[in-house]
């Protein structure tokens, strides 16, 4: 939610994103499932979303991902391909670092960035400069850390999250398959679980019980 509509600045009109296109890196991860839902209940725009297996592919899809794209790939190309060849919003779930040229490419001039992920090497950010981008990152504990003066927004939105998925407009991202589901926490179960995100191949969110 704070991605979409806090740092994109994204309207919540369909009317006012009709045209618009937005790309998720790393679809299938939480966030992206959850933004992905978010933006085609409450938008208008066109989404596109990366994933690269089948089963991630299909849950992207599922989910209500307009196109889908191979991020293992040459994502320039593939968007080209699919009649989308710059967007609008880019959210970022993973590492930027692997993608940023291609990012930098396709962003439409005074497109909007954000990204959940901190980077490990620098970033060449004057090269967005020629098309006046905004890049903004996003920390879902920043409002609580600093006690800002729009704290309360969390709450709300989480009020708001709620009421969706009380309502089914939005499905759970957690999975109900062995590889999100790990039993109740315990070293052992976290250890499985750290695995399990490490191999880059879990759709969805984790889960432990008990806390």
Not at 129 to 136: D, G
Not at 150 to 160: F, G, I, P, S, W
Request: aromatic letters at 6%; a neutral charge; proline letters at 3%.
């Amino acid at each position: 939610w704070e991605c979409l509509f806090d740092r994109l600045a994204i309207p919540q009109s369909k009317q006012a994103t009709a045209g618009q296109s937005l790309l998720v890196l790393n679809g299938a991860g939480g966030v992206g499932s959850i933004a992905i839902q978010l933006a085609k209940q409450l938008t208008g725009l066109t989404v596109v979303a990366t994933a690269s297996r089948p089963e991630s592919i299909a849950w992207v899809r599922e989910l209500g991902a307009d196109h889908v794209v191979n991020h293992r790939e040459d994502i320039v190309a593939q968007l080209k391909q699919i009649g989308v060849p710059q967007v609008d919003y880019v959210l970022v779930g993973t590492a930027i670092e692997p993608y940023f040229a291609s990012i930098v490419e396709i962003i439409k001039p005074q497109g909007k960035i954000t990204s959940i992920v901190r980077t490990t090497q620098p970033l060449a950010i004057e090269e967005l400069f020629v098309k006046s981008v905004s890049f903004v990152w996003e920390m879902m504990f920043t409002r609580s850390m600093f006690q800002t003066a729009d704290m309360v927004k969390q709450h709300e939105l989480l009020n708001r999250v709620a009421d969706l998925v009380d309502s089914q407009a939005l499905r759970t991202t957690i999975v109900g398959s062995e590889s999100t589901k790990h039993g109740r926490i315990n070293a052992a179960n976290l250890k499985e679980a750290h695995k399990a995100l490490e191999s880059g191949q879990v759709v969805g969110k984790l889960v432990l019980q008990g806390f």
